[in-house]
């Protein structure tokens, strides 16, 4: 390829990433477990002035730093709209995170190996999966490939001092996000590898490398400085709990301890990886011969990219609590192992069938499966019932889709792939997502509510979820998110007796013998299977239960 074709190659791989990834932004609400709480914390902010601790329905969130809450804030200050606003940090640091990847590589290699390596990023499932999500993975994962980015820049093509700098900057950023942004630091394992060419052991350059340390411990003060002097100032119980999870529980004692998502030591090497790391992971049997030479030949630009890899996956693996998500940041390190070797790998007829059957498999499964739903087969259309939506038209044209590229690039596997994944996200984003949306909103409960209560009246959640704070139209209190179940109960009935005008929507796992259902006030939408509105209870207060409530 001329370098005027790369250039332009290049311009139409981002720009067709960018659409990719913006499609469907503000046709969805925040979806459950954690985007609601995060854009509801953004939401809260903005209302109360009270950013630096994060609230969600007055109630403090101890378990996460508040950067990404700031970037929704931003947004949303800059929009006026949630819904665009909770997606476009991730979309936007996604679009950094698969520039940096480019031009990492352009530099190590050349324009074209760039090429390929965005190339690479953007058509993994895993990428855009994320970048489409409002989770705190793909800000993360900026800043660990801006750390990498730095490490790269300076071991490789070094010495590069600052760029060595900006990079544990990078990481103590990464840190403030969401705790795991110091992970570009297991790329110097590599060095017991091969060192830089340029590497010269004196004492006076080792405290040029010692002093990265302050400026991880810099950014890091950015955030933790501040928010210990706020606490000392006003060490409320509230806020002493605050730091004592943010700086313990949720990090030291959520590796070495977890509570949650337990999965056993190999789960990311072998459900994963395989799965999410699509169509990549199907390359892995022939790069193991080419990443040997690449060791003989003490090659550091796959060597210390893969050695960053390896370490954070065991790294990963040895805590009890693992999440799929936990991988992303490392997935531009794989990415660089790959995109020299793209070309050779395309060359060979193995993966050319791999490609066919796995586009040619999702092809049949989604036409299969959608056309069951448009025919209504019994097993299929129970769920059309049961969450009141129908993406099974969507299916059905994506699967058809499938088949017609399948048939129109089988000699072409890798054209045929990129056709495919670009049809599936642009329709995933405008056509399936809002389908969706439909169940995972509660936006129509709260409208369907709103013709069966006044405005004017105040509304208790017991069992409450972030997303019902989203679209309440009411006065809102809450009986605490963490509560035991019978002190929100007991809570619910002491509220509701005390003043008129008051309504309370009641997770079905919390009713007990206080809320009958002969007393429930129906409403006219599918989530009142889930959540029971009532006006009043059988039950009298008990004066000693507790009575401190949440209020939004």
């Given at each position: 390829?001329?370098?005027?074709e790369?250039?332009?190659?290049?311009?139409?791989?981002?720009?067709?990433?960018?659409i990719?990834?913006?499609?469907?932004?503000?046709?969805?609400?925040?979806?459950?477990?954690?985007?609601?709480?995060?854009?509801?914390?953004?939401?809260?902010?903005?209302?109360?002035?009270?950013?630096?601790?994060?609230?969600?329905?007055?109630?403090?969130?101890?378990?996460?730093p508040?950067?990404v809450?700031?970037m929704?804030?931003?947004?949303?200050?800059?929009?006026?709209?949630?819904?665009?606003?909770?997606?476009?940090?991730?979309?936007?640091?996604?679009?950094?995170?698969?520039?940096?990847?480019?031009d990492?590589a352009?530099r190590?290699?050349?324009?074209?190996?760039?090429?390929?390596?965005?190339?690479?990023?953007?058509?993994?499932?895993?990428?855009?999966?994320?970048?489409?999500?409002?989770?705190?993975?793909?800000?993360?994962?900026?800043?660990?490939?801006?750390?990498?980015?730095?490490?790269?820049?300076?071991?490789?093509?070094?010495?590069?001092?600052?760029?060595?700098?900006?990079?544990?900057?990078?990481?103590g950023?990464?840190?403030?996000?969401k705790?795991?942004?110091?992970?570009?630091?297991?790329?110097?394992?590599?060095?017991?590898?091969?060192?830089p060419?340029?590497?010269?052991?004196?004492?006076?350059?080792?405290?040029?490398?010692?002093?990265?340390?302050?400026?991880?411990?810099?950014?890091?003060?950015?955030?933790?400085?501040?928010?210990?002097?706020?606490?000392?100032?006003?060490?409320?119980?509230?806020?002493?709990?605050?730091?004592?999870?943010?700086?313990?529980?949720?990090?030291?004692?959520?590796?070495?301890?977890?509570?949650?998502?337990?999965?056993?030591?190999?789960?990311?090497?072998?459900?994963?990886?395989?799965?999410?790391?699509?169509?990549?992971s199907?390359?892995?049997?022939?790069?193991?011969?080419?990443?040997?030479?690449?060791?003989?030949?003490?090659?550091?630009r796959?060597?210390?990219?893969?050695?960053?890899?390896?370490?954070?996956?065991?790294?990963?693996?040895l805590?009890?609590?693992?999440?799929?998500?936990y991988m992303?940041?490392?997935?531009?390190?794989?990415?660089?192992?790959?995109?020299?070797?793209?070309?050779?790998?395309?060359?060979k007829?193995?993966?050319?069938?791999?490609?066919?059957?796995?586009?040619?498999?999702?092809?049949?499964?989604?036409?299969?499966?959608?056309l069951?739903?448009?025919?209504?087969?019994e097993?299929v259309?129970?769920?059309?019932?049961?969450?009141f939506?129908?993406?099974?038209?969507?299916?059905?044209?994506l699967?058809?889709?499938?088949?017609?590229?399948?048939?129109?690039?089988?000699?072409?596997?890798?054209?045929m792939?990129?056709?495919?994944?670009?049809?599936?996200?642009?329709?995933?984003?405008?056509?399936?997502?809002?389908?969706?949306?439909?169940?995972?909103?509660?936006?129509?409960?709260m409208?369907?509510?709103?013709?069966?209560?006044?405005?004017?009246?105040?509304?208790?959640?017991?069992?409450?979820?972030?997303?019902?704070?989203?679209h309440?139209?009411?006065?809102?209190?809450?009986?605490?998110?963490?509560?035991?179940?019978?002190?929100?109960?007991?809570?619910?009935?002491?509220?509701?007796?005390?003043?008129?005008?008051?309504?309370?929507?009641?997770?079905?796992?919390?009713l007990?013998?206080?809320f009958?259902?002969?007393?429930?006030i129906?409403?006219?939408s599918?989530?009142?299977?889930?959540?029971?509105l009532?006006?009043?209870?059988?039950?009298?207060?008990?004066?000693?239960?507790?009575?401190?409530?949440?209020?939004?």
């Amino acid at each position: 390829m001329s370098s005027i074709e790369i250039r332009r190659l290049t311009f139409w791989l981002f720009a067709i990433t960018a659409i990719v990834i913006l499609a469907g932004i503000g046709l969805r609400d925040p979806w459950p477990p954690d985007e609601p709480r995060f854009a509801l914390m953004a939401k809260e902010m903005w209302e109360t002035g009270n950013w630096f601790f994060p609230h969600r329905g007055g109630e403090i969130y101890p378990d996460k730093p508040p950067m990404v809450m700031w970037m929704i804030l931003l947004f949303y200050g800059l929009i006026g709209n949630l819904k665009i606003a909770f997606l476009l940090p991730s979309a936007i640091l996604s679009l950094c995170t698969m520039w940096m990847t480019y031009d990492i590589a352009k530099r190590l290699y050349n324009p074209k190996i760039g090429l390929y390596a965005g190339f690479l990023l953007a058509i993994t499932l895993h990428f855009i999966l994320q970048a489409k999500s409002g989770q705190l993975d793909a800000p993360v994962a900026f800043w660990v490939m801006l750390g990498s980015y730095g490490l790269l820049r300076h071991l490789i093509l070094g010495p590069a001092w600052k760029w060595y700098y900006l990079a544990f900057f990078a990481m103590g950023m990464g840190i403030i996000t969401k705790g795991v942004g110091f992970l570009p630091v297991l790329m110097l394992f590599g060095l017991i590898i091969v060192s830089p060419s340029w590497y010269d052991k004196n004492n006076k350059q080792l405290l040029k490398w010692l002093a990265g340390l302050f400026f991880l411990l810099f950014a890091v003060s950015l955030w933790l400085v501040p928010m210990l002097i706020q606490v000392e100032n006003n060490p409320t119980p509230d806020v002493l709990a605050y730091r004592d999870n943010i700086l313990l529980k949720q990090t030291v004692n959520r590796y070495a301890k977890s509570w949650a998502h337990l999965q056993p030591f190999y789960y990311y090497v072998l459900e994963v990886i395989p799965l999410f790391w699509l169509p990549l992971s199907l390359f892995i049997p022939w790069l193991i011969k080419p990443i040997k030479q690449a060791f003989a030949n003490k090659d550091r630009r796959i060597i210390y990219p893969l050695v960053m890899l390896l370490f954070v996956v065991f790294f990963f693996s040895l805590s009890k609590g693992k999440r799929a998500e936990y991988m992303l940041p490392i997935l531009p390190m794989f990415v660089l192992v790959i995109a020299p070797y793209f070309e050779m790998l395309m060359a060979k007829k193995g993966i050319q069938r791999l490609l066919l059957v796995l586009v040619l498999v999702l092809s049949v499964v989604f036409t299969v499966i959608g056309l069951a739903g448009v025919f209504e087969v019994e097993k299929v259309s129970r769920l059309t019932a049961k969450y009141f939506v129908n993406p099974w038209y969507w299916m059905a044209s994506l699967g058809a889709f499938g088949l017609i590229i399948v048939t129109l690039f089988r000699k072409n596997t890798i054209k045929m792939y990129t056709v495919f994944i670009i049809g599936l996200w642009l329709s995933y984003g405008l056509w399936a997502l809002p389908v969706v949306d439909k169940a995972m909103s509660t936006e129509p409960m709260m409208n369907a509510i709103a013709k069966v209560i006044p405005e004017d009246a105040e509304l208790g959640l017991v069992g409450m979820r972030e997303k019902l704070l989203l679209h309440t139209k009411w006065k809102t209190i809450h009986f605490g998110h963490h509560k035991p179940k019978q002190e929100q109960q007991q809570a619910a009935v002491n509220w509701i007796k005390t003043k008129p005008n008051r309504y309370l929507l009641i997770n079905r796992d919390y009713l007990n013998k206080c809320f009958l259902n002969e007393d429930k006030i129906n409403y006219d939408s599918f989530h009142a299977n889930k959540w029971v509105l009532f006006s009043n209870t059988l039950c009298q207060p008990d004066s000693k239960t507790y009575t401190q409530y949440s209020s939004h």
